[in-house]
C-alpha cells in the first residue's frame, strides 16, 4: 500500500515497498515546520507544480543529487535541465507513463513563478491508486470534471486562504473531486497563511463523503 508523507507545506513523498519514491513541491530550506533536511531525502522523481519559491524550492538539488527525474511544466522542465538535472516536460491536459504509473498535468488558476509558463497540477497513479495533488490553486469548476472522469482516491488540497483556496472554497472542491479521502496542505507555515485544518475537517466531514486526514509534518498516510 503506498505511503504518502507530508514534509510541511506542499511537500509531500509517496512511497511504497519495491518501487520509486516520488517527491513532490520540496520546499525543504527555509521552511519552518519541514522536519527534515534537503541532504536526507532520497526521491527517484520530483514533480514540480510550479516555480514560485515555495514549491520549486530544493528540486534541482536533490534531483542532481539523486539523479531523479523532475517532471513538470515545459518552461521549469527547460529551467531544470538547464541547471544540469534529467527533466521530463508535460504540459496542462497532457499524461505520460512512468515506471511508477501515469502522470497527467491539471489546469491550475495561480501563477507559474517563471515567464511564459503556467501553473499545474497532477493526477497520479501509483501502487492502484489515482491521487489529485492540485498544486497552488484558487477554486475552479473543472475540479468537477477532474473528479467525474478520474474518482481519486486521495485528494491533497490547499486550504491557508491569500494565495490559494481557503477552507470553505476547499470543502467545495472536495464536493466537486469525490474523492474518498482529502489531506490539507498550504497552511500554517507563516501567519499569513493561517487555518485551522479542523474547521476545514469538521466542514467537509458534514458536507461531503470524504473522509479528511490531517498529517502534521513529518506524519504519514498508509492508504
Ligand atoms: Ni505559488
Ligand atoms: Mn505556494
Redesign the pocket.
Given at each position: 500500500m503506498p505511503k504518502l508523507t507530508f514534509l510541511g507545506h506542499?511537500c509531500f513523498l509517496l512511497e511504497e515497498k519495491d518501487q520509486e519514491t516520488l517527491l513532490f513541491d520540496p520546499f525543504i530550506t527555509g521552511n519552518p515546520l519541514v522536519p527534515v533536511s534537503a541532504e536526507e531525502i532520497r526521491a527517484d522523481y520530483i514533480l514540480v507544480s510550479h516555480a514560485?519559491g515555495?514549491?520549486l524550492g530544493d528540486a534541482y538539488a536533490i534531483a542532481a543529487k539523486n539523479d531523479a527525474l523532475l517532471i513538470s511544466t515545459a518552461e521549469i522542465a527547460d529551467a531544470a535541465q538547464g541547471e544540469g538535472c534529467r527533466a521530463h516536460a508535460l504540459h496542462i491536459g497532457g499524461s505520460h507513463h512512468f515506471s511508477f504509473g501515469r502522470v497527467k498535468l491539471t489546469l491550475a488558476l495561480h501563477g507559474s513563478g517563471i515567464p511564459g509558463g503556467h501553473a499545474c497540477g497532477f493526477l497520479v497513479g501509483y501502487g492502484g491508486k489515482k491521487i489529485y495533488f492540485a498544486g497552488?490553486t484558487g477554486l475552479f469548476g473543472d475540479m468537477k470534471l477532474i473528479g467525474e472522469l478520474n474518482s481519486p482516491d486521495l485528494a491533497l488540497l490547499p486550504i491557508g486562504d491569500n494565495?490559494?483556496m481557503g477552507i470553505d472554497d476547499a470543502v467545495v472542491a472536495t464536493k466537486f473531486l469525490k474523492a474518498g479521502q482529502v489531506i490539507p496542505y498550504?497552511f500554517n507555515t507563516w501567519p499569513l497563511i493561517e487555518a485551522d485544518p479542523q474547521l476545514f475537517k469538521e466542514k467537509v466531514e458534514q458536507q461531503t463523503e470524504t473522509e479528511c486526514i490531517i498529517l502534521q509534518p513529518g506524519e504519514c498516510h498508509i492508504f
Amino acid at each position: 500500500m503506498p505511503k504518502l508523507t507530508f514534509l510541511g507545506h506542499a511537500c509531500f513523498l509517496l512511497e511504497e515497498k519495491d518501487q520509486e519514491t516520488l517527491l513532490f513541491d520540496p520546499f525543504i530550506t527555509g521552511n519552518p515546520l519541514v522536519p527534515v533536511s534537503a541532504e536526507e531525502i532520497r526521491a527517484d522523481y520530483i514533480l514540480v507544480s510550479h516555480a514560485h519559491g515555495d514549491h520549486l524550492g530544493d528540486a534541482y538539488a536533490i534531483a542532481a543529487k539523486n539523479d531523479a527525474l523532475l517532471i513538470s511544466t515545459a518552461e521549469i522542465a527547460d529551467a531544470a535541465q538547464g541547471e544540469g538535472c534529467r527533466a521530463h516536460a508535460l504540459h496542462i491536459g497532457g499524461s505520460h507513463h512512468f515506471s511508477f504509473g501515469r502522470v497527467k498535468l491539471t489546469l491550475a488558476l495561480h501563477g507559474s513563478g517563471i515567464p511564459g509558463g503556467h501553473a499545474c497540477g497532477f493526477l497520479v497513479g501509483y501502487g492502484g491508486k489515482k491521487i489529485y495533488f492540485a498544486g497552488d490553486t484558487g477554486l475552479f469548476g473543472d475540479m468537477k470534471l477532474i473528479g467525474e472522469l478520474n474518482s481519486p482516491d486521495l485528494a491533497l488540497l490547499p486550504i491557508g486562504d491569500n494565495f490559494t483556496m481557503g477552507i470553505d472554497d476547499a470543502v467545495v472542491a472536495t464536493k466537486f473531486l469525490k474523492a474518498g479521502q482529502v489531506i490539507p496542505y498550504h497552511f500554517n507555515t507563516w501567519p499569513l497563511i493561517e487555518a485551522d485544518p479542523q474547521l476545514f475537517k469538521e466542514k467537509v466531514e458534514q458536507q461531503t463523503e470524504t473522509e479528511c486526514i490531517i498529517l502534521q509534518p513529518g506524519e504519514c498516510h498508509i492508504f
